[in-house]
């Protein structure tokens, strides 16, 4: 079965980076793509990026460029959102989810979710 | 803000009827597809294309799309299908980038 198993939760500072793990099973990991979502306390949810796990293309959300960076390791079917200069609106919980591997398309599963809390 | 609008809040009463829209330019080009959350819960795809559920998705979910507008629809509302419900699609600027819009908390009375 299709399963995405992500980090754990993590405390940040302002102004520090942090970088959450998205390990993939049950499919091949290099057919499809990976999406990252994310949710602040009450709020909906916003599309921060796209990468291709097949040829590792990307696409950030505009208000993210600069400071996102997505990843994969196909040699461990896993996934990585790397976030810098924290602030406090990006506490949020974090998920990844499974996309298309050419463009962002439609997420058929989904991780649990890694809270970040940014905080002085 | 955000390029896809979806009412805030929906209130159905159980074993009836009720429709979600979502309205945005993009949506004259792309299909949306419909995520239904319960609290502390992630995200559930409902429905994807022009009309397709997930294997295990009830029946009762369909979806359907008319210019810029997308809609779910749940025929005999559950007390279980109670939770909040995010369209997506990709956004107009034709980048390919992703887009939700801003969910719509639906009550089941």
Redesign the interface.
Known sequence: QVQLVQSGAEVKKPGASVKVSCKASGYTFTSYGISWVRQAPGQGLEWMGWISAYNGNTNYAQKLQGRVTMTTDTSTSTAYMELRSLRSDDTAVYYCARDGYAVTDLFDYWGQGTLVTVSS | S?ELTQDPAVSVALGQTVRITCQGDSLRSYYA?W?Q?KPGQ????VI??KNNR?SGIPDRFSGSSSGNTASLTITGAQAEDEA?Y?C?S?DSSG?????????TKLTVL
Do not use: C, E, K, M
Not at chain 2, 96 to 102: D, L, P, Y
């Open positions: 955000s597809s995520y959350q992630a995200p559930v795809l994807y294309g997930p909040d995010y997506n990709r980048n390919h980038r992703g887009v939700f819009g801003g969910g």
